[in-house]
């Protein structure tokens, strides 16, 4: 079976995130200053073939802790659906 992974990689809460900040001061620059504490993250979507569900949530989850989200920085979730 085929899946479609959507994971949301963000950095730590605890963590300064300086582009988020930049861009935060940069809103009330361009007159929407009710705009605040912007975190940027990256958005990655990818396609799993895996035998069951459990299986393509397993390769996913193992897919973002050993190359795709630097958990001493960041933190991830996943959603996964099954493709069409």
């Known amino acids: 079976m085929k899946f479609i992974a959507q994971i949301n990689i963000m950095p730590q809460k605890a ?3 300086p582009q988020g900040k930049a861009v935060t001061g ?12 912007v975190r940027i ?11 069951t569900e ?5 390769q996913v989850d193992d897919a973002c802790k050993k190359l795709l989200a630097n958990l001493i920085m960041e933190t991830y979730d996943f959603t996964l659906h099954p493709s069409a």
């Not at 940069?26 to 504490?37: A, D, R, T, V």
């Not at 990256?42 to 073939?49: A, F, M, Q, S």
Request: without cysteine.
């Open 26 to 37: 940069s809103m009330k620059n361009i007159g929407l200053p009710g705009i605040n504490n």
């Open 15 to 17: 963590l300064l995130d």
């Open 41 to 51: 993250g990256k958005h990655i979507t990818l396609e799993v073939e895996a035998a």
């Open 54 to 58: 459990a299986d393509a949530k397993q």
